[in-house]
């Protein structure tokens, strides 16, 4: 298991399947889904990766590239909107990934393997930013990997 973060808890926990053409409101809807199961979150993935803002890149089916602002404190998702390409914010961490991959994961009987094969495969792409962010992300991919071994 290697470099989770944030965002795969946001896969993890949203287990509604997707319905709804539009990728954004489709993930806008389980929202609230994922908050309301986030003391299901690893304690120690809540300290190291709960305080977040994430700039999410879907390419959609069409080909079209959509950009989202979430904001996660505690784990929990305190906010979640659709923003301009150009819009600065300030992430501390940049996700990418296809709309397919994504309503992979979402429909998954096991979303966290399908999130980490695809991460593994290349299908969804994480990049800390900042320093703060760097070093977060390898000590959380640390901890994952040590947990893994253990079967934690």
Request: no cysteine; proline share 3%; charged share 25%.
């Amino acid at each position: 298991m290697k470099h989770i973060l944030i965002i795969s808890m946001l896969f993890l926990m949203l287990l509604m399947p997707v319905a709804s053409a539009d990728i954004v409101k489709d993930l806008e809807n389980d929202v609230d889904e994922y908050n309301a199961n986030v003391d299901s979150v690893p304690s120690y993935l809540v300290s190291l990766l709960g305080d977040e803002v994430i700039k999410l890149v879907i390419v959609t089916d069409d080909g079209d590239e959509v950009y989202v602002k979430a904001v996660t404190e505690d784990a929990s998702i305190v906010s979640f909107e659709e923003v301009d390409d150009d819009e600065d914010f300030d992430a501390t961490m940049v996700v990418g990934a296809n709309e397919f991959t994504i309503r992979s994961v979402l429909r998954s009987s096991d979303p966290l393997s399908e999130f980490i094969a695809a991460k593994d495969n290349g299908e969804i792409v994480v990049e800390p930013v900042g320093v703060t962010s760097t070093v977060k992300y390898t000590v959380a991919s640390v901890v994952m990997d040590v947990t893994s071994l253990f079967g934690f």
